[in-house]
């Protein structure tokens, strides 16, 4: 009687055809365009608001931000946003510590460090694990924090939570007897928690 989109992960928008007015149905992130459904997102703005709030305390002024533009599009630029919003630089200073790719590679990332000459690198994922040159003493920190790489320090978007949310949306509306696309889509945004490096 229902199902649950999940994110999209390589394309910045789709689309999906089929008898909605058979289903419940919930989106998890931002990716899909049509049709109109309810969804649930980690809300990314504050994740990255929140970032550059604790790198600030520990002192980092030349904060850098460097990824993949799709994921980035996907959320409707909102860390890009967060980021020219609430850097401790002006903002001219700022829009040249971002280093937002269509493809991401070693030597790029490499060529950028070298380039903006950041004190700290926020990014959007773990490629960049590996990718800092030998000796490098950039700071490191990810918009998306994993258990099984607790020496990186962040923003864990809590996907436990994201799941849940959207199965009670789903149920919400399978008790209600809600099908079809909604007239009035809800999206629900859900908080992520800092992680220190352990």
């Known amino acids: 009687p229902g199902f649950i989109l999940s994110p999209l992960i390589s394309r910045s928008r789709g689309h999906v055809s089929m008898a909605w007015e058979k289903f419940s149905s919930v989106v998890v992130g931002l990716g ?7 969804r649930v997102h980690h809300h990314h703005f504050l994740g990255m608001m929140t ?4 790198l600030k305390k520990q002192g980092f002024r030349r904060i850098g931000f460097y990824g993949g533009s799709t994921i980035n599009e996907r959320m409707y630029r909102a860390w890009s946003a967060s980021f020219l919003a609430h850097h401790p630089l002006p903002l001219a200073q700022a829009t040249e ?10 030597t790029d990332f490499q060529a950028w460090l070298k380039s903006a000459k950041p004190d700290v690198v926020i ?4 490629l960049l694990n590996d990718w800092f040159p030998v000796g490098s003493k950039i700071a490191h920190v990810t918009l998306a924090w994993r258990a099984d790489h607790p020496g990186v320090l962040g923003i864990d978007q809590q996907a436990h939570v994201l799941g849940a949310d959207a199965v009670d949306l789903l149920v919400a509306q399978h008790r209600q007897n809600e099908r079809g696309i909604p007239e009035h889509p809800k999206m629900l945004m859900t908080e992520g928690l800092w992680r220190a490096a352990r």
């Open 51 to 54: 970032a550059l709030r604790m």
């Open 97 to 106: 510590l971002i280093g937002l790719r269509r493809e991401i590679s070693r």
């Open 123 to 126: 990014e959007a994922g773990h």
């Open 32 to 38: 899909y365009a049509r049709p109109a459904l309810h």
